[in-house]
């Protein structure tokens, strides 16, 4: 028995070794090919161009209707029409307000300093072009009125009436339109009429 079970177990290694021979060869002729890369090298050329066309088609749109202007404008002007300085604010060339934003404010407050410097032609230029820019007419009122109770302040200094003076700087002020301190900003005025008022009486 012994040798007979000997002479077997060759036969079973031939089996086993048949067997997983055969397996290799199933597995080897039934595993799934590699796929092949897609040519996508063209359509990935063709969407960068369309989305390059686009942004340079948008920064086009963006850019092209912007006009320069002088963004600190606004605010010098401002700030002279409160310190009263009414040389400064109307020799502001027109063309620098002509794109800007806020150009009907701004030709409003060069018109009120024209006003105050006594000239009528240029200050009812400046108010059309401030009205024909958006400003309102309660605006417009707003400003003028200023400038009467400015003019009266004047008046009282010619007669050395401080008291009275201040009283109209600080309605000019508060009526004007303009944000600010008007307490501190109509003494400014005062110290500013009282200097000149000065500089006249030395000449």
Request: proline share 3%.
């Amino acid at each position: 028995m012994s040798k007979v079970n000997k002479k077997r177990r060759p036969h079973k290694k031939k089996q086993k070794r048949g067997t997983e021979e055969a397996q290799c060869n199933a597995v080897g002729t039934n595993a799934p090919k590699e796929a092949e890369p897609a040519n996508t090298g063209s359509f990935e050329t063709e969407n960068l161009q369309g989305v390059k066309e686009i942004s340079d088609s948008r920064c086009t749109e963006d850019h092209s209707g912007l006009l320069p202007y002088d963004e600190t404008l606004l605010d010098v002007c401002r700030s002279r029409w409160q310190f009263a300085d009414w040389q400064g604010l109307a020799s502001i060339d027109p063309e620098r307000i002509q794109h800007h934003p806020q150009r009907g404010r701004i030709a409003l407050l060069i018109a009120a300093s024209h006003w105050q410097l006594g000239h009528v032609q240029q200050a009812q230029r400046f108010l059309q072009v401030a009205l024909d820019s958006g400003a309102s007419r309660r605006q417009v009122a707003q400003v003028l009125v200023s400038g009467i109770h400015q003019s009266l302040a004047e008046a009282h200094m010619t007669f050395e009436n401080t008291e009275n003076a201040y009283v109209h700087c600080l309605k000019a002020m508060k009526t004007g339109g303009v944000p600010g301190d008007s307490e501190l900003l109509a003494r400014a005025r005062i110290e500013r009429m009282e200097s000149y008022e000065l500089r006249e009486k030395q000449w």
